[in-house]
Every structure is written in structure tokens, then in C-alpha cells.
């Protein structure tokens, strides 16, 4: 099959870095290549935790001008955050850091209000103490008129046009996930004015045409249109997971694991609350089922705390360490701040009498297996709460370069895993926009595009599952 390329530029921004992809889509080709890189490095001022999103913008601006002419821009990135703009559409501050300590206290607040349960059976987002809902409880909202999740703001400025991408808005606990709109009623009753929010767009939507000042600075031949993409990160990564039918789970990797279900419906049981699994809404009318994981982030930490040694002599040394010798609970909120990372590792195993890890290699084991035993749980109790069950668990992202870590994910889950793409993110922010220009069919049609041209690993489980069935039994007696 033949017919015309298209090039499209997909910003994507992870939480400690941002880079620029430029995907070539064709009726039988995706390639994907990478146009820049940068650091997303937060700053910690007297106030508190703060994103440097001026540099980010710029790592935007530098991006686009090393990708070259391309034919449509979609943003994603993490959610939850938001920047404040004012009257004049001026930037009120630096966006406040989800890791930020200023939340600290205000669910308690607002369950008085709303109790727990109550606000799960309407939202259905999981409990998290940077949820944007307890972020706006505890903002001082003086002189804001307007609130633009982060992806949206960086389309502002690149556009002009203001609006509020619907995949990212259901992480902020005020969308009810049956109706895919705002939650009036919880809004109301917190004192949080919806107004705040730009009109909700969709997957595909237009979002604007680049202003002539970014035209210049990036040296594109305008017009360039921005396409609203699933602008969670999130979001266009499951929408890049190269499954067939509906009997999967996935796992997207990187600094937080996602793992859980595509579903048709939220799930609002109150055992689901109890869970702690999250409805986030997905394209074409889906719903992401799942629950946050702190992922590599216990790794990224501890590296830097070593001072960034080799991770491929890390990672052979943790695949000759004892197996499930010692594990953690990878949720646990302990392990959010920064800081003292393998520290608190070995304080959690010694606290919970377990042999304490000591060498790099026997900690970078301990959170390997902590990371697979926190999947497995996931995929189980997501079928279990679902009643939805799987053959097959994709793992997209950053952590398929962990051949261990995929390997290890097997062995705990005892299904195949299947590792791919690394850049689903950025592939999933392509489809979007190729989809919306009409080059990609719908979502099972780019899924099968990606499993054509896209490489991929199977891993089979192996080993004794009674294994991990013991650690995980032992993790609930801590």
C-alpha cells in the first residue's frame, strides 16, 4: 500500500525530562525520531517546589526548530499541575510541583465536606495527595481567571487559543467519569470555580495555529496547526499499546508505573475505592482502570544518589543478587520526597525485619522485585474489580529497556509479557494527530500499525510462582 507521509511533531514532557519526536506516518509506516532532548529539572525556591516551565518552553521552542517542518504539534505530559494565568492571560508564578509538601493535610479537609466514598462513586480517582482537586483546596487563587493544566498552558503560548484537553482534566478529580464532563456539584461544594477551566476539547480536536512569533523563532512556514492530543502522557501511551482485542492488561513505565485495563465503563465500587484504582478517561470513549505504582522513580533515585554509576552494571549486578531476598511496598508514600533513597530502602526492609540490603546491586534487586510484586498485584486485583481477564500484560515506556525488570514482570504476573514500544508516549501523541489528518483509521487500526513497524519483546514467565506468591503474602503481613 502506498499513499502520501506526513510528518508530525510530538512534544512529549516527563517529569524529569522533555524531548521532541517527529513521527513520519504513512497507510503502512510510522517512524519515529528524535529531534531534542532536555532536562526538566525542578527548582526548589523559599516557597516551595516549583517547575522551571520557562525552560521547558524553551526546550519546546528549540525542539520544533530541530524537527523541521512538520505538518501538525501535539503536546502530552504529566497531569495533575496547572499554571494560573490573569486578566491579561499573563502567567501568575511558576506552576507548583506535585511533589510539593503544601497538600499535606487537605484531604482530610475536603472528605469533610465530601466524604471519601461519596467523591469516588462521581469522580472515580484514586486517592493521591497532589490530586489537582486538593491542590485548588489548598491554592491561593488571588488574581488567577483562568487555570491551564500544564500541556494546555504550553499550547497557549503556542497558539494563543486556550482549552482544557479532556484525557488530562480526569485527573483532576472534578470530571465524572460516566458522563465525561465536569462535576458541577463537587466543584460547588468544595468552592472551587469551574469557571477557572478553558472549555473541554477532545483527542483531535484543533487547538489552534502557531502565532507568527513562534513561526520565526522556530523558522516553520506557518500555517502549522497544534491538534489537541491525549495530552496526558498517559493517555497516549495506552493508546499506543500494540494490543489486539480486549483480554490485556499494561504497565507504562518510567519514573511511576501505570498499570491496569482498558475499559468501556468506570469502575465505582467501593471496593475498587478501597483498591485504591483510578477511572482516568482514555480515547474513543475508553477508560484507563488503573493504579499509580511509584515506579523507577526508587531507581532514579538512588542512582543519583550514587552518583549516577553505570546502570547496566547496576542491573548485573541486582540479576546476580538473591531473588525476592528482601521487598518493599513500591506505593508506600515514604518513597514520594526526594532524598535518601537507598537509605530509606534499607530502613523499610530493617523495620519490617526482613535482611537488609547492602550492596547497590542487592538494593537495585530489592526494588526490582518490589516493582514486579506491585505489578502483579495490580493486573490481578484490576481483573478481579473489572471482572475483566487478561492473556497477555503490555509493558510500554522507559522500563522496557529493563530487561530484568520485564523478565521479572512475567515471572511475578505468570502471563507473557510483551515490551514495546519505549516511545509510547510520543507514538501515541502521533496517531492522534495522524488520525485527526486523517492518515490512521481508529484506535485498534493504529494499535495494528504499531505492531507491524514497531520492535517488540515477549517474555515468558518462568520460575515458581509460589515465589512470589509467599513475598506477596509476606508484603501484607508488614
Known amino acids: 500500500m502506498s499513499g502520501p507521509v506526513k510528518s508530525y511533531a510530538a512534544v512529549d514532557l516527563g517529569a524529569s525530562s522533555g524531548r521532541v519526536m517527529v513521527g513520519r506516518v504513512g497507510p503502512d509506516s510510522l517512524e519515529l525520531t528524535e529531534a531534542h532532548r532536555f532536562v526538566n529539572r525542578p527548582v526548589r525556591l523559599p516557597e516551595g517546589l516549583r517547575w522551571d516551565i520557562l525552560s521547558l518552553y524553551g526546550g519546546v521552542l528549540d525542539g520544533l526548530k530541530a524537527a523541521g517542518q512538520v505538518d501538525s504539534v501535539g503536546i502530552d505530559s504529566w497531569a495533575v499541575d496547572y499554571g494560573l494565568l490573569d486578566g491579561d492571560g499573563r502567567l501568575l508564578g511558576n506552576p507548583v510541583h506535585y511533589r510539593d509538601s503544601r497538600t499535606e493535610g487537605v484531604a482530610e479537609k475536603v472528605w469533610a465536606t465530601v466524604p471519601a466514598p461519596e467523591l469516588y462513586a462521581v469522580t472515580g480517582l484514586q486517592y493521591a495527595p497532589f490530586n489537582t482537586l486538593y491542590q485548588l483546596v489548598a491554592d491561593r487563587l488571588t488574581g488567577a481567571e483562568r487555570l491551564l493544566l500544564i500541556p494546555d498552558l504550553l499550547t497557549y503560548w503556542l497558539t494563543g487559543e486556550r482549552g482544557t484537553e479532556l484525557t488530562n482534566a480526569s485527573t483532576t478529580q ?5 458522563t465525561r464532563g465536569w462535576s458541577y456539584d463537587i466543584a460547588q461544594r468544595l468552592g472551587i470555580d469551574l469557571e477557572l477551566f478553558a472549555p473541554l476539547r ?5 487547538a489552534g495555529l502557531l502565532r ?3 513561526l520565526e523563532e522556530t523558522g516553520l512556514a506557518g500555517p502549522v496547526p497544534v491538534t489537541a492530543v491525549g495530552s496526558h502522557d498517559t493517555a497516549s501511551a495506552v493508546a499506543a499499546v500494540p494490543a489486539s482485542g480486549e483480554r490485556f492488561a499494561y504497565i507504562c513505565t518510567g519514573t511511576w508505573s501505570l498499570a491496569g485495563l482498558e475499559l468501556d465503563a468506570p469502575v465505582l465500587t467501593e471496593e475498587s475505592r478501597a483498591a485504591n484504582f483510578t477511572n482516568e478517561l482514555g480515547l474513543d470513549g475508553t ?71 547492602v550492596s547497590r ?10 516493582l514486579a510484586l506491585a505489578h502483579r498485584r495490580a493486573v490481578e486485583e484490576a481483573q ?24 521479572l514482570t512475567a515471572d511475578a504476573c505468570g502471563l507473557p509479557v510483551v515490551a514495546g514500544p519505549t516511545e509510547a508516549a510520543a507514538l501515541g501523541n502521533v496517531l492522534v494527530q495522524a488520525r485527526a489528518h486523517g ?35 509476606r508484603l501484607v503481613r508488614i
Do not use: K
Open 212 to 214: 507568527p512569533e513562534v
Open 174 to 178: 472534578l470530571i465524572d467519569p460516566r
Open 361 to 370: 546491586g542487592e538494593i537495585t534487586r530489592c526494588i526490582l522485585d518490589s
Open 287 to 357: 477508560v484507563r482502570y488503573l493504579r499509580n505504582i511509584m515506579g523507577l522513580w526508587l531507581l532514579q533515585e538512588c542512582v543519583r544518589a550514587w552518583g549516577d554509576p553505570d546502570l547496566g552494571e547496576l542491573l548485573r549486578q541486582a540479576a546476580e543478587a538473591p531473588a525476592l531476598r528482601s521487598v518493599v511496598d513500591a506505593s508506600d508514600p515514604v518513597f514520594l520526597p526526594p532524598g535518601r533513597m537507598p537509605e530509606r530502602i534499607v530502613e523499610a526492609c530493617r523495620a519490617s525485619g526482613q535482611p537488609v540490603p
Open 439 to 473: 492518515l490512521v483509521g481508529d484506535l485498534a487500526g493504529g494499535r495494528e500499525l504499531l505492531t507491524r513497524t514497531q520492535p517488540l519483546t515477549r517474555y515468558e514467565p518462568r520460575g515458581d510462582p509460589g515465589r512470589w506468591s509467599e513475598a506477596q503474602a
Open 202 to 206: 477532545q483527542p483531535g480536536d484543533p
Open 384 to 407: 478481579r474489580l473489572a471482572d475483566h481477564p487478561v492473556d497477555v500484560v503490555h509493558v510500554v515506556g522507559g522500563g522496557t529497556r529493563n530487561a530484568l525488570l520485564c523478565q
